[in-house]
């Protein structure tokens, strides 16, 4: 990926790699029903991004990596509605049982993966999420999901924070809208991932 301003990050010494460790894990955020239909938090290129997370996620499961699907839930009676809620209103609608909160059924987790109900953006904010990557000694995160402005860029600034090597899956995740989803992936690039595309990280 190429970008005009990208000199002045070079220039800065921004912009290199942290590469791979030893023991990856993939997270998929948000990839709910909600997500993926434009009538509510959906559009842009979210349903290409679930598309061709089904191979990455089939390839995880066939490493035998720890893989962790979140999803965003409020309290029925809304007794945790936050700041997140009062800037967007309509993610009060994901509850529980809505529809819209319920992971797309081209990748339900299976026995063994990590559920996580979260709040917020970050996948690791308020989460058991870091506990379950340190309990199985993950070095480095693979991040799909969306969106990639808000809740893939929340998670992977966590993650580096973390301390995990960090990867983006440059195909395996989305945006509602074009240009804040090419926009962070170059800056995430710069400062907090590494990017690789599905077909590089099924040749890992």
């Not at 990208?6 to 220039?11: G, S």
């Not at 987790?109 to 506990?131: M, Y």
């Amino acid at each position: 990926m190429t970008h005009p301003e990208e000199a002045i990050y070079r220039a800065q010494g921004m912009g290199h790699s942290s590469g791979i460790g030893a023991a990856p894990a993939l997270v998929l955020v948000d990839f709910v029903v909600g997500f993926a239909d434009p009538a509510h938090f959906g559009g842009g290129n979210i349903g290409p991004a679930i598309q061709h997370s089904i191979a990455l996620l089939a390839h995880a499961r066939k490493r035998g990596w720890p893989v962790a699907h979140t999803r965003v839930v409020y309290a029925d009676d809304g007794s945790d509605h936050g700041v997140f809620t009062i800037k967007s209103p309509s993610l009060k609608k994901l509850t529980e049982s809505s529809v819209l909160s319920q992971i797309v059924p081209e990748l339900p987790p299976i026995a063994g993966e990590l559920v996580v109900r979260k709040r917020g953006a970050s996948a690791f904010f308020d989460t058991q999420l870091s506990g379950y990557l340190r309990m199985r000694r993950v070095d480095t995160l693979i991040v799909a999901g969306c969106t990639t402005s808000g809740c893939v860029r929340a998670t992977v600034i966590d993650s580096m924070q973390h301390d995990f090597r960090t990867i983006v899956a440059l195909d395996c995740v989305g945006d509602r809208a074009i240009a804040p989803h090419e926009a962070n992936l170059f800056d995430m690039r710069q400062k907090y991932a590494d990017l690789m595309t599905n077909a590089e990280l099924l040749a890992l």
